[in-house]
């Protein structure tokens, strides 16, 4: 008489030995764990590359570079400040003092105007870079509200040159030696140097 016996209860399908039933997980055998390794490592790996795309992409959504930059293309150390006009007004602010062949960051963030105003001063040769829109300042550092009245407020009248920046959301000044005055599409406008002269002035605050 034949008899086909059954599969021990030791020797599952497949060749591979069960795992008696525990109290916790009753009759799961070898092959449903390696399962459920293999399906917690793939949700883990899931979630570790969705959060560095998450940074990846916050990353590149961070704003560009948007500053007002002056440069010191000259041999000489000069003295900088600054005009402009936001949501609260007119507002000067100074003294930056850049050394020969140097560059600074006059105002971080992107730009709030079209227009802005700058009013250089050479401590080594005498003379300055100026112009026609007049603002207060005053020999030590400063921030004044108001281009009005400046002398009846005890600061002093200057004259600033203009810069238009053509809305762009940064743009760098290039104070230079040469006699060429331009503007460049780049960000950036070119400043011929000041006129050659006798003027001095006390040294400012560095800033």
């Known amino acids: 008489m034949s008899t ?5 209860s030791l020797t599952a399908h497949d060749g591979l030995r069960e795992i008696p039933p525990s109290r916790g997980e ?14 917690r490592r ?5 979630l570790l590359l969705a959060a560095i795309a998450l940074v990846g992409v916050t990353a590149f959504a961070q704003p560009a570079a ?3 930059r002056l440069c010191n293309n000259t041999g000489s150390r000069v003295g900088i400040a600054i005009g402009y006009k936001d949501s609260d007004g007119w507002t000067t602010e100074g003294w930056w003092n850049l050394s020969a062949r140097s560059c600074e960051t006059l105002l971080r963030g992107t730009l709030v105007a079209r227009f802005y105003y700058i009013y250089a001063l050479d401590y080594e ?7 026609q829109a007049f603002m207060c300042t005053r020999d030590k550092e400063f921030t004044i509200r108001g281009i009005d009245d400046c002398l009846a407020r005890g600061y002093d009248k200057t004259g600033f040159f203009e810069v238009d920046t053509s ?18 599409p780049s960000g950036s406008s070119l400043m011929p140097p000041p006129p050659a002269g006798n003027r001095t002035s006390p040294e400012r605050d560095a800033r």
């Open 167 to 184: 809305e762009q959301r940064f743009w760098t000044v290039q104070l230079t030696e040469s006699n060429e005055q331009s503007t460049n």
């Open 66 to 68: 948007a500053d007002f």
């Open 42 to 46: 793939l949700v883990i790996r899931t």
């Open 26 to 39: 009753p009759g799961r055998s070898i092959v449903d764990l390696l399962r459920l390794q293999l399906f």
């Open 125 to 131: 040769r005498g003379g300055e870079w100026s112009g």
């Open 4 to 8: 086909t016996s059954g599969l021990s």
